[in-house]
């Protein structure tokens, strides 16, 4: 008998000494987002800011200020949204008469978390733009984790009520990643025409005891995240590296449909923006990765593909990858780890779309000098100069000075 009792009572001692790890370990942890939550400071990340969305699988808090402290820039962020979930203040609807309004629509490329909004290319290309006299708005509707499909079905319940002139929608080479992870969740139309992209967590099906448990507590979170990623690592292609794997290892011709399927909802993008009359072009948000496409056979695929799209859909496309590679110092101009535009990156960025979007011509582009922390860029030629904007001008008080 005392033998059994011996080994019960180690059973209980056992499960106590675990019961109690994991209630230390939750405590812990909600500490520790107590502590950064007073100090200002949150994981970094920009997925760390995104809210589930039934339309479009996820986006920022509505009307909020979020503090995060960026290892990237090794500063606290300040992050202000709206009461349309975008970053920046409010927007004025119906747009006042005169107002040029610009919507530049893309990833956490365009978002920039890590850089202040003043410094931002959507930030500053105002400034840039409203020299010429007009009252010009660029809004920043830049979401953590968007793609193409992603913005195409927030586009369809938002950008109407925006009334804007010019569409600018931001690509890079993550948003073949994040389409391959969204677009299983995506509900079409007969023809093909994305709806919406439903986030999981706003499913009401998803709202059983689990659901409940992984929400209330940070731990049961915290390991339900690490398992899912061991349990499937290959759901999100993201590196130059994987991508280049994925090229060689693959069947002939899969990830090229791969590609291909993240740039369909360009032409959707269009079809709404002439639908709206507002004039639509593709800008590539230069980062580490695609500057080094020329050496990356996955990367410059993904890029040559994208302008094979945009040519075929008749739609203008800057990239500036190739004005960033000639910086032979680009330590000033990406952040280290993630690769993002600094706010020297964004400054570059800033002139070279600026000045493509005043740039009437088609062929052939006239060079302009762009100043960069103190240095001179001799000359500036867009890969695709943007063909004359503004083709359809509301009154000569909103079209910048751009002719048909």
Same mark, same amino acid.
């Given at each position: 008998?005392?033998?059994?009792?011996?080994?019960?009572?180690?059973?209980?001692?056992?499960?106590?000494?675990?019961?109690?790890?994991?209630?230390?370990?939750?405590?812990?942890?909600?500490?520790?987002?107590?502590?950064?939550?007073?100090?200002?400071?949150?994981?970094?990340?920009?997925?760390?800011?995104?809210?589930?969305?039934?339309?479009?699988?996820?986006?920022?808090?509505?009307?909020?200020?979020?503090?995060?402290?960026?290892?990237?820039?090794?500063?606290?962020?300040?992050?202000?949204?709206?009461?349309?979930?975008?970053?920046?203040?409010?927007?004025?609807?119906?747009?006042?008469?005169?107002?040029?309004?610009?919507?530049?629509?893309?990833?956490?490329?365009?978002?920039?978390?890590?850089?202040?909004?003043?410094?931002?290319?959507?930030?500053?290309?105002?400034?840039?733009?409203?020299?010429?006299?007009?009252?010009?708005?660029?809004?920043?509707?830049?979401?953590?984790?968007?793609?193409?499909?992603?913005?195409?079905?927030?586009?369809?319940?938002?950008?109407?009520?925006?009334?804007?002139?010019?569409?600018?929608?931001?690509?890079?080479?993550?948003?073949?990643?994040?389409?391959?992870?969204?677009?299983?969740?995506?509900?079409?139309?007969?023809?093909?025409?994305?709806?919406?992209?439903?986030?999981?967590?706003?499913?009401?099906?998803?709202?059983?005891?689990?659901?409940?448990?992984?929400?209330?507590?940070?731990?049961?979170?915290?390991?339900?995240?690490?398992?899912?990623?061991?349990?499937?690592?290959?759901?999100?292609?993201?590196?130059?590296?994987?991508?280049?794997?994925?090229?060689?290892?693959? =069947?002939? *011709?899969?990830?090229? %449909? +791969?590609?291909?399927? @993240?740039?369909?909802?360009?032409?959707?993008?269009?079809? /709404?923006? !002439?639908?709206?009359?507002?004039?639509?072009?593709?800008?590539?948000?230069?980062?580490?990765?695609?500057?080094?496409?020329?050496? =990356?056979? *996955?990367?410059?695929? %993904? +890029?040559?593909?994208? @302008?094979?799209?945009?040519?075929?859909?008749?739609?203008? /496309?800057? !990239?500036?990858?190739?004005?960033?590679?000639?910086?032979?110092?680009?330590?000033?101009?990406?952040?280290?780890?993630?690769?993002?535009?600094?706010?020297?990156?964004?400054? +570059?960025?800033?002139?070279?779309?600026?000045?493509?979007?005043?740039?009437?011509?088609?062929? !052939?582009?006239?060079?302009?000098?762009?100043?960069?922390?103190?240095?001179?860029?001799?000359?500036?030629?867009?890969?695709?100069?943007?063909?004359?904007?503004?083709?359809?001008?509301?009154?000569?008080?909103?079209?910048?000075?751009?002719?048909?």
């Amino acid at each position: 008998m005392q033998p059994i009792m011996r080994f019960v009572r180690h059973i209980f001692l056992a499960v106590l000494v675990i019961i109690s790890a994991v209630c230390m370990a939750e405590v812990g942890l909600r500490i520790q987002r107590l502590r950064q939550e007073l100090t200002g400071q949150t994981t970094g990340q920009p997925e760390s800011l995104a809210c589930p969305c039934p339309i479009s699988f996820q986006h920022l808090p509505f009307s909020e200020t979020t503090s995060h402290w960026s290892p990237e820039a090794q500063a606290t962020i300040e992050i202000t949204t709206n009461s349309l979930g975008l970053r920046g203040r409010e927007i004025e609807i119906p747009k006042p008469a005169g107002q040029y309004r610009i919507v530049c629509i893309g990833d956490e490329a365009t978002l920039a978390p890590d850089v202040p909004e003043s410094e931002t290319f959507v930030g500053s290309l105002a400034g840039l733009l409203g020299e010429l006299g007009p009252s010009v708005e660029v809004i920043n509707a830049g979401q953590p984790g968007h793609c193409p499909l992603l913005n195409l079905a927030w586009a369809r319940t938002c950008l109407i009520g925006l009334q804007p002139d010019l569409v600018i929608l931001c690509c890079d080479v993550s948003d073949v990643a994040d389409d391959r992870r969204c677009r299983p969740l995506a509900k079409l139309a007969d023809d093909g025409a994305v709806l919406a992209v439903k986030h999981p967590a706003t499913d009401s099906e998803s709202k059983d005891l689990l659901s409940a448990i992984e929400r209330e507590f940070l731990l049961v979170k915290l390991a339900s995240q690490r398992f899912g990623q061991q349990l499937n690592p290959d759901s999100i292609i993201d590196s130059e590296s994987e991508w280049s794997d994925t090229m060689e290892g693959s =069947s002939a *011709g899969q990830p090229t %449909v +791969l590609i291909e399927q @993240a740039w369909e909802p360009l032409s959707g993008m269009k079809h /709404l923006c !002439d639908q709206i009359s507002a004039d639509f072009v593709v800008a590539v948000v230069p980062s580490t990765k695609t500057v080094r496409a020329s050496t =990356s056979p *996955g990367t410059s695929e %993904v +890029l040559r593909l994208l @302008a094979e799209r945009a040519a075929q859909e008749q739609i203008p /496309l800057l !990239d500036a990858s190739q004005e960033f590679a000639r910086h032979e110092d680009q330590s000033h101009l990406f952040f280290p780890h993630s690769g993002a535009l600094t706010p020297e990156g964004h400054q +570059l960025f800033t002139h070279i779309l600026g000045n493509a979007l005043l740039d009437r011509q088609t062929a !052939d582009s006239t060079p302009v000098a762009i100043p960069v922390s103190g240095e001179t860029v001799d000359e500036v030629t867009a890969t695709s100069p943007l063909p004359t904007l503004g083709r359809r001008p509301r009154d000569s008080s909103s079209s910048l000075g751009w002719e048909n």
